[in-house]
C-alpha cells in the first residue's frame, strides 16, 4: 500500500509527534529489551521512511536539513527507533548515487510502497571498519554471496538488506541487495549493547544466498568523484546525538521541578522551597541548554551545507559540507554525553534509582556516540583550519 507523500512542514510535524509518543515508552522498552516492531511499523505507515526518494520517482525529495530534523525529533523520543531507519536512508541515498535506472525505479517504488532497508556492512575482526572479507561469487545467471557481518542494525525489521561485498575475489566493492526472508539469510538478534540497547544491532549471516545480476549496485563508484553520502550518513548520526542530548536536559528538567527536593543549605541560607530555584542549579541547566542549543544550531547548518553542497556539487562544496558535519559530529558527541551525565548532578540522589531508568541517556549517548571517534572529526577540522586541507574523500566525512 502506497505510503503518503509529506512536505518538509509534515514532514517535521508527524515526526514531533511520533517523537513526544516514542517518548512515554522509552525507558519501558530499554529497560526490558523489547524491540521497537509496532513502532516502526508505524513510522513506516506514516511516509517518513519515504523522504528522500526522488521528485522524478515520485518521493519528497526532501531535503538534509529536514531529514536531519526528523531524525533529531524522533531520537529525541527514543534514539534506539531513530537508529534503526538509519541505514534505510544511507542506502536510499546508494541507489541515487550508483545505481542503473532500472534499479531506480524498482528499489525507490519499493520505499513509496512502505519497505524497509536495512544494514548488512560491518564486519567484525577485521582490520579496520572498512576492511571486508564478503564476497559475491560469479553463478549463472548472477552471484553467489557467502558471509557474515556485525552491526546490522535494521536488518532484523527489514524488507530488503543491502549487503556490502567485493565483486569477485578482490573486486570492487558493491552493494547486493537481498531479501530479508531470502534462502540463505539469518538474521540473528544477539546485540547486547549496553545502551541502544532495542536497536537490533546483531548479526547477518549469509550462507550461498543466489543474488540476481540486477540486484547488485556499484558503491566504489560513489567515491570517485565529490560526493555528500557520507557527510549525510554522519549528519543523521548527529542529529541522533542531538535528540538524545535534548531529552536529557527536558527529561532533567521534569524531574528537578516535580520531583526533587532542596538541598538544606538551599533552604536555610536561601530561603527556597524549590529545588529548581537554587542558583546552581539554574547554572547547571543553562550551561546544559547552552551546550544542546550550539550543537542543535551545527546539525541545522551541516544539513544546510550538504545540500548546498548537492545543489553545486564540487570539491570544494563536498569538502566544506564534510567539514560543517564533522564540527556537528564532534558537538552532539560532546553535549550527549555531558548533559546525560550532569542530568544526574542536577537531579540527586533518587534520580540514581534503576527503577527510574535515567541513566538510559547516558547509556545511549555512549554507546552510539562510538560509531566514529569525534577525536578524528575535531583533527579534521583542525587541519583545515591550520593549511586548508579538506578532508578525506569517504564514507566516514
Excluded: C
Excluded at 76 to 101: E, K, M, T, W
Excluded at 209 to 238: C, E, I, K, M, S
Amino acid at each position: 500500500m502506497p505510503v503518503p507523500v509529506l512536505t518538509a512542514a509534515e514532514a517535521v510535524a508527524v515526526a514531533a509527534d511520533l517523537g513526544e509518543r516514542l517518548a512515554k515508552g522509552a525507558a519501558g522498552r530499554d529497560a526490558d529489551r523489547v524491540i521497537p516492531v509496532a513502532e516502526i511499523d508505524e513510522i513506516s505507515e506514516s511516509g517518513l521512511l519515504a523522504i528522500t526518494v526522488p521528485a522524478e520517482h515520485g518521493g519528497a525529495d526532501l531535503s538534509a536539513e529536514v531529514v536531519a530534523e526528523v531524525f533529531r525529533l524522533l531520537a529525541a523520543g527514543d534514539p534506539s527507533v531513530a537508529q534503526i531507519p538509519h541505514s534505510h536512508f544511507v542506502y536510499v541515498n546508494a541507489l541515487r548515487h550508483a545505481a542503473s535506472p532500472d534499479q531506480q525505479a524498482y528499489f525507490f517504488g519499493e520505499v513509496l510502497a512502505g519497505k524497509r532497508f536495512g544494514n548488512a556492512q560491518s564486519e567484525i575482526g577485521t582490520k579496520h571498519v572498512r576492511d571486508f572479507r564478503t564476497t559475491l561469487r560469479p553463478a549463472p545467471g548472477g552471484w553467489v554471496l557467502s558471509g557474515e557481518k556485525g552491526y546490522a542494525t535494521g536488518a532484523l525489521l527489514a524488507d530488503w538488506i543491502p549487503v556490502l561485498a567485493h565483486l569477485d575475489v578482490d573486486g570492487p566493492m558493491h552493494v547486493a541487495w537481498i531479501e530479508r526472508h531470502a534462502v540463505g539469510v539469518t538474521v540473528v538478534d544477539d546485540w547486547d549493547g549496553m545502551g541502544q540497547r532495542t536497536t537490533a544491532s546483531g548479526t547477518v549471516r549469509l550462507d550461498e544466498v543466489n543474488v540476481p545480476a540486477d540486484r547488485v549496485t556499484p558503491w566504489h563508484l560513489t567515491f570517485d568523484g565529490p560526493q555528500t553520502y557520507g557527510a549525510f550518513a554522519q549528519l543523521l548520526h548527529a542529529a541522533i546525538d542531538a535528540g538524545i542530548a535534548r531529552a536529557s536536559v527536558s527529561e532533567a528538567a521534569e524531574f528537578v521541578t516535580t520531583k526533587s527536593r532542596p538541598y538544606p543549605d538551599a533552604i536555610s541560607e536561601l530561603g527556597l522551597e524549590r529545588h529548581a530555584d537554587d542558583p546552581t542549579v539554574v547554572q547547571a541547566f543553562g550551561e546544559m541548554d547552552l551546550a544542546v542549543r550550539g550543537a542543535e544550531a551545527l546539525v541545522t547548518e551541516a544539513g544546510r551545507a550538504v545540500d548546498r553542497a548537492d545543489a553545486d556539487l564540487t570539491t570544494e562544496t563536498a569538502g566544506y559540507a564534510s567539514l560543517a558535519v564533522a564540527a556537528a559530529r564532534a558537538a552532539t558527541t560532546h553535549a550527549s554525553i555531558d548533559a546525560a551525565s550532569r542530568l544526574f548532578e542536577v537531579s540527586g540522589t533518587r534520580s540514581a534509582l534503576d527503577s527510574l531508568n535515567l541513566n538510559r541517556h547516558w547509556r545511549n549517548a555512549r554507546t552510539h556516540t562510538l560509531h566514529d571517534p569525534a577525536a578524528w572529526k575535531v583533527r579534521h577540522l583542525g587541519r583545515h583550519a591550520l593549511d586548508g586541507t579538506l578532508p578525506p574523500n569517504h564514507g566516514q566525512l
